[in-house]
Structures are given as structure tokens and as C-alpha cells.
């Protein structure tokens, strides 16, 4: 069953919790999150192709190449969360989006509005930093 959403939709605390139109909703959102961070990571790896360190000043050169490691940093970081959109998309389709993993209660539509990732409601996700910073070894 394919689903059309209107244009102007967005989740609300009306309606059923991940009814078929919600998690159409957030599997959209998702991919189109992860389409764009795939843009821009092609978008880097052209970039680094065009140019090498052809820079004749060392200040340059040093320029250039912190630019360079930023990028990668980046485009590693984007690559991690490709990963977890990818794990998002597979609760979608077997229908635990949306719902905390710790506890089993709904995820606030507010949340995963923001962070479309989230896999712990705030509740828990505020004992999950509690406990880190506990045990944290400073």
C-alpha cells in the first residue's frame, strides 16, 4: 500500500501513535536527511579530487591542509550518521520507530521531530547522560 502524504502534514498528538502515515512521514524525512548527506559527501570527494597540496607557501599549504582534515572529519561524522538513518529506516519498517528502546513507551513526536535518530525518549535519554557523567573518569 503506497502512501501520499499532503504537502503541508506534520505529525500530530491527534492521531493514532505511528499510525501508517507517520511512519511514512518520518521514513520520508529520513531519507531525504540521507540523501542530502550523501550529496554533500560526493560533493567533498570531488572537491579533495580537484585540488592537491599545490599551494607554494607553507602557510598556505598548512591552510589547505587543515581545511582538507576538517572536511574529512566531517564527512566521517556524516558517515556515522548515515548509519544510524539507515538503522532508523530499518525500525520503520518493522514498525518499533518511534518507540523507546529502553522502556517501550512512545518517543514525544516533538523529538523526533528534532531528532529523527532518537532511539530513547528524553526521559531516558537524561538518565542515560546522568549515569555517563557518573561513571564518567574525568
Sequence with gaps: MTITLPPDYRPSDDEPFMNEVQREYFRQKLL?????????????????QEGGLQEPDLADRASA????????????????LISKI??????VE???????????????LRRLEARPIATLSIE????????????RSD
Excluded at 94 to 107: D, F, K, L, V
Design 32 to 48: 531525504q536527511w540521507r540523501s542530502e548527506l550523501l550529496r554533500e559527501s560526493e560533493e567533498t570527494l570531488e572537491h579533495l
Design 65 to 80: 591542509e587543515m581545511d582538507r582534515s576538517l572536511e574529512l572529519r566531517t564527512r566521517d561524522r556524516a558517515r556515522k
Design 86 to 91: 539507515d538503522a532508523a529506516l530499518e525500525r
Design 94 to 108: 518493522n514498525r518499533t520507530y518511534g518507540y523507546c528502546e529502553e522502556t517501550g513507551e512512545p518517543i514525544a
Design 124 to 135: 531516558a535519554q537524561e538518565r542515560h547522560e546522568r549515569m555517563e557523567r557518573t561513571h
